[in-house]
């Protein structure tokens, strides 16, 4: 099994919709992170949490939100989904620790139609 | 404020030919330099760091990239390029006390067979 698992794997839904992507890890990590990326934008922060009661608003944390239900699992929301947010979602966890990198999924590609 | 540039958007070169990736950095104190690698429909995956020590890091599948304070840079490369390393590359730093990695844009590398 994969370290990082994101869920689903491809999600096709139409505007106005609500969506929750998921994610959970095995590695035991306090901190994770959701990211979005466009082409020729690289990676931006949704949204990210140290622990299960701290989260934190990223970069383009607007028209999202996020649920830390446990340690292991972080949920992101899409309350009303537009079409600009068309994108590749990826989950992230990393230990505490500048010297620590990220673990990523294998990322959530969600179209809104 | 944390960030990392990567001026190409591509990079060709010849299976073979030596490959080098460009990335430099913008930090208030010591940095911690990361490189990653993204294949088609992947999430990304960590090829190696410099925390302190040795300027020249050796990583995964032979790359290795070069620490220089001087001109704020961790160019990543590999003496002999593979079509395998096709890729989307992504350059990152964070510093001690900063609790999150500030990522680059990404490069594309397309190994020419």
């Known amino acids: 099994d994969a370290d990082v698992t994101q869920t689903p794997r491809n999600r096709i839904t139409k505007t106005g919709k609500r969506i929750m992507l998921e994610c959970s890890q095995t590695?035991?990590?306090?901190?994770m992170y959701w990211y979005r990326q466009d082409p020729g934008l690289g990676l931006q922060l949704i949204y990210y949490?140290?622990?299960?009661?701290?989260?934190n608003k990223g970069e383009i944390s607007d028209g999202y939100s996020v649920s830390r239900q446990a340690q292991a699992k972080f949920s992101l929301s899409l309350e009303s989904a537009i079409p600009n947010q068309t994108a590749l979602y990826f989950c992230?966890?990393?230990?505490?620790?500048?010297?620590?990198?990220?673990?990523f999924g294998s990322g959530t590609r969600l179209t809104v139609v | 404020a944390q960030s990392v540039a990567q001026p190409e958007d591509q990079v060709n070169v010849a299976e073979g030919n030596p490959l080098t990736v460009k990335c430099t950095y913008s930090?208030?104190?010591?940095?911690?330099l990361f490189w990653y690698v993204q294949y088609p429909n992947r999430g990304l995956q960590f090829l190696l760091k410099?925390?302190?020590?040795?300027?020249l890091v050796k990583g995964s599948y032979g790359f290795e990239a070069e620490f220089n304070k001087s001109q704020t840079s961790f160019h990543l490369k590999k003496p002999s390029a593979l079509v395998s390393d096709s890729a989307l590359y992504f350059c990152?730093?964070?510093?001690?006390?900063?609790?999150?990695?500030?990522f680059g844009k990404g490069n594309q590398v397309v190994v020419i067979p």
């Open positions: 992230a966890t990393s230990d505490s620790g500048a010297n620590y990198g990220y673990t």
């Open positions: 590695k035991g990590h306090d901190r």
């Open positions: 949490s140290f622990d299960v009661k701290d989260i």
């Open positions: 930090v208030s104190g010591n940095p911690y």
């Open positions: 410099y925390i302190t020590g040795d300027n």
């Open positions: 990152a730093v964070r510093t001690y006390g900063n609790n999150r990695l500030a």
